[in-house]
């Protein structure tokens, strides 16, 4: 973890005073807090505010649901949870990242933890781990107060599609009861690249409504549930060859929480939870389909996690300790089913309803040595037990791996250590860690998976070793005047049994144009490494002009480079703050992609540059409020921007088979909050 940074004061999730998180960094979604946020404010997309953290990239296959990355690792290596929920996706494809079945109405921050210093309730998190922060209203804490609450409006509309935003939300709050609820819905065609090119099925509509509530037992112990039920529909993927008919969410939880007095525990933590995730695949709204095919999938998980923070001074240092054990059950299923003309169905089970218990402990300390220097421990061992239960999935992967068994045990770990060293004007930042993850459902059991990035089918593989990997890392960061600050932040990633799908030649493709058959397998080792530079000077009080640079490399056993590593890119702010106003300029861009995975089928990217512009202006109306003699504060806020002003054709490296970006976007935001 590089830079740790303290941000209890946003974190207004935990309804209940608790004790502070180690984070790397936080964009905040909901309004009313201070730190880093999207532009377009709450009518962004999860995505557009995910853009705004350093170390995460995002793989889009469309206009919808765009797959996190983490210093250059993709899903199987990261881990995202929601409120320390563990959620698991259930397409094939990754078409429904846990990321698409939450709103910005719902959430409060986006919280990540770079490489293995994960959140406790993270595993497998070789490259990093991203909690999504639920919004609540939570429990007023001064008794002096009067019960209060808020009704505010979201709504907004962007040129480029016909993108339409509508959003509301309800939240009381009292010293014994709070609830909070509301309901977004996004709707867009197709959208344009540059040059008024349009993408075909590139359109979506979505719908997300959620309840959250906690009712304080004692002055010191509360309850919480949570309620979410996400639908979207008509969802268009131009990079793939299937739409998605159907992605649909249903989240709960139940939440008992404890703060201590005069001890050294401080909060006591348990959380139960359940969700199910249904996805349809869809390609009956395609041309020229040469075989239509059915494609369902289904995920359901159960878990709890229980965390205890405490507080102590051993050998006159001052240690915060977190302990959390958790576990999750998680089932996932998926088949296909093909219509050939003139013959009959053929069925096939692609995930073979594999059942996976997993048991993990967690063990975190702050240390602090002195006023200058501090130490952050972090470790976790975890026990995982999977089994298959469909038949026909069982028979078929047995055909390729003869006397593979129905059940697997896994035993996985991480264990980092950062150090911190404050210095006049400047903080110093060094750290290492080794961690390791079990193989995903799709790498040990998938079968014959079609993935249209290098357009190969994709066989699982039960016989692959677990993955480790050793992170070293260093931040420094260096405030040479008052008003200008300078940061350089590198780490790297040594693997060993690196899991990636290998060619097998013996093997024919299954699907329509495949060019053949990979199974997954073990490369001996591979290193990812990442370096970035950034600064900021403010001028003035009004004026500040930010500007980041990044470059990742990679190398496989054989010297090549792996697939999806970012080329060099930039990017440069200028903003302006006055009262209500404020506005910004932005610059980015990615220079040429000269090194990328030819291996594993990728083509290069050229370079690209874009520019956008964005402003907002808030004003308040107060009106009286004769009942308890206060007054209540009205806010509205208007945003708006054009975004690639000078409507540039462009892709990305990780835009799934270079499906080209949006061209010239104008759009217009508005709250309403009373």
Same mark, same amino acid.
């Given at each position: 973890?590089?830079?740790?940074?303290?941000? %209890?004061?946003?974190?207004?999730?935990? !309804?209940?005073?608790?004790?502070? &998180?180690? #984070?790397?960094? =936080?964009?905040? $979604?909901? @309004?009313?807090?201070?730190?880093?946020? %999207?532009?377009?404010?709450?009518?962004? !997309?999860?995505?557009?505010?995910? &853009?705004? #953290?350093?170390? =995460?990239?995002? $793989?889009? @296959?469309?206009?919808?649901?765009?797959?996190?990355?983490?210093?250059?690792?993709? !899903?199987?290596?990261?881990?995202?949870?929601?409120?320390?929920?563990?959620?698991?996706?259930?397409?094939?494809?990754?078409?429904?990242?846990?990321?698409?079945?939450?709103?910005?109405?719902?959430?409060?921050?986006?919280?990540?933890?770079?490489?293995?210093?994960?959140?406790?309730?993270?595993?497998?998190?070789?490259?990093?781990?991203?909690?999504?922060?639920?919004?609540?209203?939570?429990?007023?804490?001064?008794?002096?107060?009067?019960?209060?609450?808020?009704?505010?409006?979201?709504?907004?509309?962007?040129?480029?599609?016909?993108?339409?935003?509508?959003?509301?939300?309800?939240?009381?709050?009292?010293?014994?009861?709070?609830?909070?609820?509301?309901?977004?819905?996004?709707?867009?065609?197709?959208?344009?690249?540059?040059?008024?090119?349009?993408?075909?099925?590139?359109?979506?509509?979505?719908?997300?409504?959620?309840?959250?509530?906690?009712?304080?037992?004692?002055?010191?112990?509360?309850?919480?549930?949570?309620?979410?039920?996400?639908?979207?529909?008509?969802?268009?993927?131009?990079?793939?060859?299937?739409?998605?008919?159907?992605?649909?969410?249903?989240?709960?939880?139940?939440?008992?929480?404890?703060?201590?007095?005069?001890?050294?525990?401080?909060?006591?933590?348990?959380?139960?939870?359940?969700?199910?995730?249904?996805?349809?695949?869809?390609?009956?709204?395609?041309?020229?389909?040469?075989?239509?095919?059915?494609?369902?999938?289904?995920?359901?998980?159960?878990?709890?996690?229980?965390?205890?923070?405490?507080?102590?001074?051993?050998?006159?240092?001052?240690?915060?300790?977190?302990?959390?054990?958790?576990?999750?059950?998680?089932?996932?299923?998926?088949?296909?089913?093909?219509?050939?003309?003139?013959?009959?169905?053929?069925?096939?089970?692609?995930?073979?309803?594999?059942?996976?218990?997993?048991?993990?402990?967690?063990?975190?300390?702050?240390?602090?040595?002195?006023?200058?220097?501090?130490?952050?421990?972090?470790?976790?061992?975890?026990?995982?037990?999977?089994?298959?239960?469909?038949?026909?999935?069982?028979?078929?992967?047995?055909?390729?791996?003869?006397?593979?068994?129905?059940?697997?045990?896994?035993?996985?770990?991480?264990?980092?250590?950062?150090?911190?060293?404050?210095?006049?004007?400047?903080?110093?930042?060094?750290?290492?860690?080794?961690?390791?993850?079990?193989?995903?459902?799709?790498?040990?059991?998938?079968?014959?998976?079609?993935?249209?990035?290098?357009?190969?089918?994709?066989?699982?593989?039960?016989?692959?070793?677990?993955?480790?990997?050793?992170?070293?890392?260093?931040?420094?960061?260096?405030?040479?005047?008052?008003?200008?600050?300078?940061?350089?932040?590198?780490?790297?990633?040594?693997?060993?049994?690196?899991?990636?799908?290998?060619?097998?030649?013996?093997?024919?493709?299954?699907?329509?144009?495949?060019?053949?058959?990979?199974?997954?397998?073990?490369?001996?080792?591979?290193?990812?490494?990442?370096?970035?530079?950034?600064?900021?000077?403010?001028?003035?009080?009004?004026?500040?002009?930010?500007?980041?640079?990044?470059?990742?490399?990679?190398?496989?056993?054989?010297?090549?480079?792996?697939?999806?590593?970012?080329?060099?890119?930039?990017?440069?702010?200028?903003?302006?703050?006055?009262?209500?106003?404020?506005?910004?300029?932005?610059?980015?861009?990615?220079?040429?992609?000269?090194?990328?995975?030819?291996?594993?089928?990728?083509?290069?990217?050229?370079?690209?540059?874009?520019?956008?512009?964005?402003?907002?202006?808030?004003?308040?109306?107060?009106?009286?409020?004769?009942?308890?003699?206060?007054?209540?504060?009205?806010?509205?806020?208007?945003?708006?921007?054009?975004?690639?002003?000078?409507?540039?054709?462009?892709?990305?490296?990780?835009?799934?088979?270079?499906?080209?970006?949006?061209?010239?976007?104008?759009?217009?935001?508005?709250?309403?909050?009373?």
């Amino acid at each position: 973890m590089l830079g740790v940074i303290l941000l %209890s004061t946003i974190l207004l999730g935990d !309804t209940l005073a608790t004790s502070s &998180q180690h #984070l790397d960094e =936080v964009v905040v $979604v909901s @309004r009313g807090q201070s730190g880093k946020r %999207s532009a377009k404010g709450q009518a962004a !997309t999860i995505d557009e505010h995910l &853009q705004e #953290l350093n170390h =995460v990239e995002l $793989v889009r @296959r469309g206009s919808y649901a765009w797959e996190p990355t983490v210093n250059n690792m993709q !899903t199987e290596r990261l881990s995202t949870t929601i409120d320390g929920m563990k959620i698991f996706y259930a397409c094939t494809d990754k078409m429904d990242p846990v990321t698409s079945y939450v709103e910005s109405s719902n959430l409060q921050s986006i919280s990540l933890s770079s490489g293995l210093n994960g959140n406790p309730q993270a595993t497998g998190n070789i490259g990093g781990a991203i909690d999504l922060k639920l919004r609540k209203a939570g429990f007023l804490h001064d008794y002096e107060s009067h019960n209060s609450h808020n009704f505010g409006v979201n709504t907004g509309y962007e040129t480029n599609g016909h993108v339409q935003v509508y959003g509301t939300d309800l939240a009381y709050a009292s010293k014994k009861f709070y609830a909070n609820g509301g309901t977004f819905y996004r709707h867009a065609d197709n959208y344009e690249a540059g040059g008024n090119r349009q993408v075909d099925y590139s359109q979506f509509q979505k719908i997300n409504t959620f309840v959250n509530c906690g009712y304080r037992l004692a002055t010191n112990d509360a309850i919480e549930s949570t309620l979410i039920f996400d639908r979207a529909t008509d969802v268009g993927y131009p990079a793939l060859n299937m739409d998605v008919a159907k992605a649909e969410a249903i989240i709960t939880s139940l939440a008992y929480k404890h703060l201590f007095q005069r001890s050294v525990l401080e909060s006591w933590e348990t959380k139960g939870y359940y969700n199910h995730i249904v996805h349809i695949m869809d390609d009956t709204t395609r041309p020229d389909v040469q075989i239509h095919m059915d494609m369902p999938g289904k995920s359901w998980t159960a878990g709890f996690y229980s965390m205890l923070n405490a507080q102590a001074k051993i050998l006159d240092m001052t240690n915060n300790v977190s302990l959390n054990i958790d576990s999750y059950y998680n089932r996932l299923f998926a088949d296909m089913t093909m219509y050939p003309g003139g013959a009959a169905p053929m069925y096939m089970v692609t995930w073979p309803d594999v059942g996976t218990l997993n048991m993990g402990a967690a063990l975190t300390d702050d240390i602090r040595l002195s006023d200058q220097s501090a130490i952050h421990f972090s470790g976790k061992l975890s026990w995982q037990h999977q089994q298959l239960h469909n038949e026909e999935g069982y028979k078929a992967l047995s055909v390729f791996f003869p006397g593979m068994q129905r059940q697997y045990h896994q035993t996985t770990g991480r264990i980092a250590v950062n150090y911190q060293l404050s210095m006049i004007n400047g903080q110093w930042c060094i750290g290492a860690g080794w961690g390791s993850r079990a193989p995903t459902v799709t790498e040990a059991y998938g079968y014959y998976l079609n993935n249209t990035f290098d357009q190969y089918d994709y066989i699982g593989n039960p016989r692959l070793k677990n993955e480790s990997a050793i992170e070293l890392n260093t931040n420094f960061n260096f405030t040479i005047l008052p008003s200008f600050n300078f940061s350089i932040d590198a780490n790297a990633f040594l693997f060993s049994n690196y899991i990636i799908g290998q060619f097998e030649n013996r093997l024919s493709a299954m699907t329509v144009g495949a060019e053949g058959v990979k199974v997954y397998g073990n490369i001996s080792h591979a290193t990812i490494a990442n370096i970035s530079l950034s600064t900021e000077w403010c001028p003035t009080r009004e004026w500040r002009w930010s500007a980041k640079g990044s470059y990742s490399t990679s190398r496989d056993h054989e010297g090549g480079s792996l697939p999806l590593i970012a080329p060099l890119s930039y990017q440069s702010r200028l903003s302006y703050a006055k009262g209500a106003l404020s506005a910004q300029a932005d610059v980015k861009g990615h220079a040429r992609q000269a090194r990328f995975g030819s291996k594993y089928g990728e083509t290069g990217t050229p370079a690209w540059t874009i520019v956008s512009l964005s402003a907002s202006y808030q004003f308040s109306l107060k009106r009286s409020s004769a009942q308890h003699d206060s007054a209540n504060h009205h806010r509205f806020i208007i945003r708006a921007g054009i975004e690639n002003v000078f409507d540039r054709y462009y892709t990305t490296y990780s835009d799934w088979c270079h499906i080209p970006q949006k061209g010239r976007n104008i759009y217009m935001n508005l709250s309403f909050e009373l």
